[in-house]
């Protein structure tokens, strides 16, 4: 699986939109970049994945650089609940093992 | 309805004790994760079990012991527990297969304090 480097922390003010860079520079062709986030003392949650395109859903936006060697989250409207640990994490195809591997993630404030 | 559980929430134990931490989960999946949090917060994969099957074990002492009844429960056994044991540990399922998609869904995690 390849590395990912992520600030150690950030802030957003409530209401900005909040970037989460992430850097995958050794990223082969068939891995897949997976973003999962952990509010405090509870366990991650997913928030949305993707593999060359960029992908929108309920939560998040995902930007992949057309090289695949980064990738931003982007939360369009942050508010407090969203503080959390952000992990940036990169995975293969599924061939029989199916773990993840969390790095140490970006701390994200939201800022009233 | 809670898709992945875990009991108990709190475990505060003595040293060279054994312990079981109860997961279950009513999401149909067909694998189901430990992990392992400790104080720094550095979040790690223990094993995962898919249709009754380990399918991966990373390095941890062989105190600790997967039992997996049926596809909806993974329990963590620990023996001889040990004060560098002390850690949050989080359950977790996917659907293995799903080529691409590795959405995995977490419990609430279990804190063990061992004294």
């Known amino acids: 699986d390849a590395k990912t480097t992520q600030p150690t922390s950030m802030d957003c003010a409530e209401g900005r939109a909040a970037n989460l860079p992430c850097n995958h520079s050794?990223?082969?062709?068939?891995?897949?970049v997976y973003w999962y986030r952990q509010i405090h003392s509870q366990g991650p949650q997913y928030i949305i994945h993707g593999l060359k395109n960029n992908e929108t859903n309920e939560m998040a936006s995902l930007i992949i650089t057309e090289d695949r060697k980064s990738s931003t989250l982007i939360l369009p409207h942050a508010t407090l609940r969203d503080t959390a640990v952000y992990y940036c994490i990169v995975r293969g195809r599924i061939t029989g093992a199916n773990n993840l591997f969390f790095g140490t993630g970006t701390r994200l404030t939201v800022i009233p | 309805d809670t898709a992945v559980s875990q009991t108990p929430k709190y475990l505060v134990t003595q040293m060279g004790n054994d312990k079981s931490i109860k997961c279950e989960q009513n999401l149909g999946h067909d694998t189901m994760y430990w992990y392992k949090q400790d104080s720094k917060k550095f979040l790690k994969i223990m094993f995962s079990?898919?249709?009754?099957?380990?399918?991966i074990n990373e390095t941890v002492p062989n105190r600790f012991s997967p039992k997996s009844p049926d596809k909806a429960h993974l329990n963590l056994h620990i023996n001889s527990l040990e004060l560098g044991d002390s850690a949050v540990y989080f359950c977790?399922?996917?659907?293995?297969?799903?080529?691409?998609?590795?959405?995995?869904?977490f419990g609430p995690g279990t804190r063990l304090t061992v004294l």
């Open positions: 079990y898919n249709n009754k099957e380990l399918i």
């Open positions: 977790a399922s996917s659907q293995l297969g799903r080529v691409g998609y590795n959405e995995q869904f």
């Open positions: 050794t990223i082969s062709g068939n891995e897949y």
